[in-house]
């Protein structure tokens, strides 16, 4: 193991939650997504933990914009026509909010100082960002002010929020309003303490308790623009990780995208799963998609664009360690790779002799279905290199990588039985290909896969990374998923097949999916993904969205799926390739089967790790 | 010829191995935990923040204490990472000296003794070099010129092995006599730095005791004012304090250093944490004057500049400001003028003072500006002051 990669801290290490804006444009890859979300409207921003929600929102706050030194940054800064404030999830809408006032406050108290702690902060990044582009004035959206005038606004600002602060400046404002947090929190502890109707007039008479941060909000940055000389320019609130929010905090965000001042586009990051956005987006009254604004997945629907921009991170870190190489020659290709279509025209890649002649040729003899199937569709492995192009790329290229798989799996002993057997750790997910799949184009994870890799490089002064390296790196980026799928709480009641936790329920779907693949007969299109049908309970649908939440489950397009989804029934659901890479099954959707046949029954011996593991 | 020598404070580190047996919290810097993450660390932890701050340093400083009750391989293991940092930060010196946890074994083995530990450390402990080591063996000090500065090293636990003197630091007459001696005979230096373990004058607040301060302490302060401008470093009380020596002229600028990792009791654990300290020395300046920089630890996250109010040790301060505050403050006054609010760092350009000022001092200067000038401050979330201007009466 390389010796300067801290493998355990590393998916939080890439977390774009602790930077700074211009550290975030300094790494930044640019990719579609950050196109579709700086439009000029409202946007919702959906994906799982990882994904680059933060990355992709704090790249529109001006000091990161200023920052962005990319091919594409001159052209993007001229389409951005307002300043974006960055709205962190950790003090507003934390676990510490819910223990305001000891837990003895009644409902009513306690969500008017959980709006007032969240209106201040709101506020406080508001200022931030106000105070940069002043302190930048010749930077992207800096603004010349001078001293007076910002004695003005301070005095005009201060007014609105009903605070007081030690004099008249914009980080006075800011240092007020961090007063004002505590301030609150005191408050609410003096409230545990007396009665609840006496709390209620203390309350009743503190006027910023009750002013309304989108009100406020469009109300001071009127103020900046006007002392700016820049009346009518437009902002935008940039709240990240609101599935940490409390929901009718969510449910306040998403209605406003109706009725916000025109000045203020709202910009918000969620994971894929949140009834309350569901709900709000789907009510009759709610905001229509398209029309009051814009949905953003965070997944890659189009392997080719996850493919650009996986390459565009490899040359970025690789880059940085002084290395000139192609993921694809550092690598490798892929077991399961299509071959490309220059290579298809020279040279028949299924001709005797060459790679997948060998796979097929090796399976045809230990699988008879696979025999069977050949047979049937009348593909005779010695002549293959005058079958029809046609028939090549609907027949074998499909069963190509079910067949590296069954082949990989399938055991022939010297006696000629055939059995499966369970291989933990595998080659059969190496290559350039696989391993940007298996990132899903998450750029947390992936950063989290190759950095290790080129360590590797680097260390070993060598320009290829063994396959085994890379399985390592598979199995070590799975087994951190696992473990981070392990603390999840377990809902009560969750006793559907002897499913305990989320981890065990991946295994169990993984390992069914895997003893489907291999001790079935061979099929071009397996079952690799499945339906949240009725038959699965409330608290098993509860796990399956965390699941979903933290990216250990994927979305299935062209199905029910959405971008946001409220109720998982119905929703078609694929273990991530990572997950699939450690329970040996192929790197496509395949087929869906019902989740509650899938949780039938005990898995066959053959299939499980604790029977038959055998490294490599 | 530098400007600035800087030192890195490393002080009452207290290292031992986890295997053995010490109460819960006494040990925070194990020796036996090669793979333990940086975040839980200290001294792993001290590697990843000079190299993320891209630190360089003249002088690693450690004032004593590096193991707890003796431990010969904890005490090893301290020498060498000493040694590491050095290299890292690119010191060209190493100022260590004997804490009396260093030497005391109490209640080990009658046939061991922790001070041949000491001597067996190769590089030779203290001074790096054999000449001077045996010179603060033999003599309890030795005294090492450098172009731009002085050091002194007195070795405060000299009598340890006497078990009356165990529980106070003790520098003898002999020793004064001898350091008198040599500085008188050397030629006069502008900026000198003392460092041993124990304080050389009462510090007592938070019931830290009255007991051990160092028998001829204030003696060696007066003799050490009269030979030149003196920085003393100290250890032993793991509570930072920066004041200035009793005296009739030319007082020490006394330095207590907070511990790196050592156990922080009673109302001191209420006020203090463990710190890492790195000071910058201005050489240029008619004064002793300079700024120590804290990082607090925080297990699980590291070093970490801290949110400082008093009465706990800023996390930036000054010393060596001897200008009157209500002078000072009728200068901030008058730099401000009537006008808008300017920048903490653009009055302290025009009036450097300011930045050397004692974190006492600053606050009386806060107060003065305030109720005769009515000026306030803005600080940054970690109570630096970023901006100054004429206090407003709104709301």
């Given at each position: 193991m390389a010796e300067d990669v801290d493998i355990a801290a590393l998916f939080e290490a890439f977390n774009a939650k602790y930077l700074e804006p211009v550290q975030v444009a300094d790494g930044y890859i640019y990719s579609q997504h950050l196109e579709e979300l700086s439009g000029p409207y409202h946007a919702v921003l959906v994906g799982p933990r990882g994904s680059g929600k933060t990355t992709l929102l704090k790249m529109l706050q001006p000091a990161a914009l200023a920052a962005w030194k990319g091919r594409r940054a001159d052209s993007f800064r001229k389409k951005i026509d307002y300043s974006g404030v960055f709205i962190a999830s950790d003090i507003s809408w934390s676990r510490q909010l819910s223990s305001l006032g000891y837990g003895k406050l009644n409902a009513e108290h306690h969500k008017i100082l959980v709006l007032a702690c969240f209106t201040t902060h709101v506020l406080h990044a508001v200022l931030e960002t106000m105070t940069a582009r002043i302190a930048n004035a010749?930077?992207?959206?800096g603004v010349e002010l001078t001293s007076e005038k910002e004695q003005a606004l301070a005095i005009g600002i201060l007014d609105v929020l009903k605070l007081k602060a030690p004099i008249a400046s914009l980080l006075s404002i800011k240092q007020s309003l961090r007063g004002r947090l505590s301030e609150v929190r005191q408050l609410a502890n003096r409230g545990s303490l007396i009665s609840a109707e006496e709390f209620s007039k203390i309350l009743a008479d503190l006027p910023f308790l009750h002013i309304d941060f989108l009100d406020i909000c469009s109300n001071i940055t009127g103020l900046f623009n006007d002392a700016a000389d820049q009346h009518g320019a437009r902002w935008a609130l940039l709240f990240d990780e609101l599935e940490t929010a409390p929901e009718w905090i969510v449910e306040q965000l998403f209605s406003a995208f109706r009725v916000c001042d025109p000045k203020i586009y709202l910009k918000l990051a969620i994971s894929p799963v949140s009834t309350v956005a569901f709900q709000t987006i789907m009510s009759a009254a709610g905001p229509a998609e398209g029309h009051d604004h814009k949905q953003i997945p965070l997944w890659y629907t189009d392997r080719i664009e996850a493919k650009g921009f996986c390459e565009s991170l490899w040359r970025s870190l690789t880059t940085k360690k002084g290395l000139n190489i192609t993921a694809r020659e550092a690598l490798g290709a892929s077991a399961f790779e299509p071959t490309a279509r220059g290579q298809v025209k020279k040279q028949n890649p299924y001709a005797v002799g060459q790679y997948w002649t060998g796979i097929f040729k090796s399976l045809q003899k230990k699988d008879k279905s696979f025999s069977t199937f050949l047979r049937i569709r009348h593909v005779d492995l010695d002549r293959i290199a005058e079958t029809q192009q046609t028939q090549k790329d609907s027949i074998l290229r499909k069963a190509a990588p079910i067949a590296a798989v069954r082949n990989f799996f399938l055991h022939e002993d010297q006696e000629g039985n055939v059995s499966s057997r369970f291989r933990k750790t595998s080659s059969l997910y190496a290559g350039a290909e696989s391993i940007f799949a298996i990132s899903e184009g998450n750029p947390r994870w992936l950063i989290g896969l190759l950095t290790p890799m080129i360590a590797y490089m680097v260390n070993n002064k060598v320009r290829r990374v063994p396959e085994s390296v890379q399985a390592e790196e598979i199995d070590n980026a799975a087994d951190r998923l696992v473990a981070l799928l392990r603390t999840i709480p377990v809902p009560l009641n969750v006793h559907q097949s002897d499913v305990q936790a989320l981890d065990v329920l991946v295994q169990k779907i993984g390992l069914r999916l895997h003893d489907d693949l291999i001790n079935r007969p061979f099929a071009i299109d397996p079952r690799l993904c499945f339906v949240v049908d009725r038959g699965i309970n409330n608290s098993l649908i509860e796990l399956l969205s965390s699941g979903l939440n933290r990216g250990a489950v994927m979305l299935v397009q062209?199905?029910?799926?959405?971008?946001?989804?409220?109720?998982?029934?119905g929703v078609t659901l694929r273990l991530s390739y990572l997950l699939a890479a450690k329970y040996g099954l192929p790197l496509r959707k395949g087929k869906a089967t019902n989740l509650s046949h899938l949780l039938q029954g005990p898995i066959a011996p053959s299939s499980t790790p604790q029977l038959g593991f055998e490294e490599i | 010829m530098s400007t600035t020598f800087r030192l890195a404070i490393l002080s009452d580190l207290h290292a031992a191995p986890k295997s053995v047996p010490a109460p819960?919290?006494?040990?925070?810097?194990?020796?036996?935990?090669?793979?333990?993450?940086a975040t839980e660390h200290p001294l792993k932890g001290l590697e990843r923040l000079i190299a993320s701050e891209s630190l360089r340093a003249d002088a690693v400083v450690c004032p004593g204490d590096m193991t707890n009750k003796a431990n010969p391989q904890a005490l090893e293991y301290v020498w060498n990472g000493l040694q590491r940092l050095c290299t890292q930060l690119h010191a060209k010196n190493i100022i260590a000296t004997v804490g009396n946890h260093d030497v005391d074994s109490r209640g080990h083995s009658p046939n061991s003794f922790p001070r041949e530990s000491l001597m067996r450390l190769q590089p030779p402990f203290p001074a790096g070099e054999s000449g001077l080591s045996d010179k603060y063996w033999a003599h309890g000090y030795y005294i090492k010129t450098l172009p731009d500065l002085r050091y002194l090293v007195i070795n405060t636990c000299w009598l340890h092995e006497s078990r009356d003197e165990l529980e106070r630091g003790v520098v003898t007459d002999y020793t004064l006599e001898r350091i008198a001696a040599e500085l008188d005979h050397l030629p006069k230096m502008k900026t000198n730095i003392a460092v041993f373990h124990h304080h050389p004058h009462p510090h007592s607040d938070l019931g830290l005791g009255f007991d051990d301060v160092i028998r001829n302490g204030q003696k060696l302060l007066d003799m050490l004012a009269t030979n030149g401008q003196w920085l003393v470093l100290h250890g032993h009380k793991h509570h930072p304090k920066l004041e200035y020596a009793q005296g009739q002229f030319r007082q020490p600028i006394v330095f207590a250093c907070g511990s790196f990792s050592g156990r922080i009791e009673g109302d001191n654990s209420l006020i203090s944490k463990n710190y890492f300290h790195f000071m910058e020395l201005e050489?240029?300046?008619?004064?002793m004057q300079g700024l120590i920089h804290s990082w607090a630890w925080i297990p699980g996250i590291g070093w970490q500049k801290y949110s400082s109010s008093e009465p706990s040790f800023p996390s930036e301060a000054g010393f060596g400001c001897t200008v009157d505050i209500t002078t000072l403050a009728a200068a901030v006054k008058n730099e401000l003028g009537s006008g808008t609010p300017k920048s903490w760092d653009s009055i302290t350009t025009i009036n450097?003072?300011?930045?050397?000022?004692?974190p006492k001092q600053f606050s009386a200067l806060i107060k003065e500006l305030s109720s005769e000038h009515k000026i306030g401050l803005v600080y940054d979330s970690l109570g630096k002051p970023v901006q100054l201007g004429l206090e407003i009466l709104n709301g």
């Open positions: 010749t930077t992207f959206r062209g199905t029910a799926a959405r971008s946001v989804v409220g109720d998982m029934t | 819960y919290g006494e040990i925070k810097l194990f020796t036996d935990q090669e793979n333990t993450a050489l240029n300046n008619t004064k450097p003072e300011l930045k050397f000022l004692m």
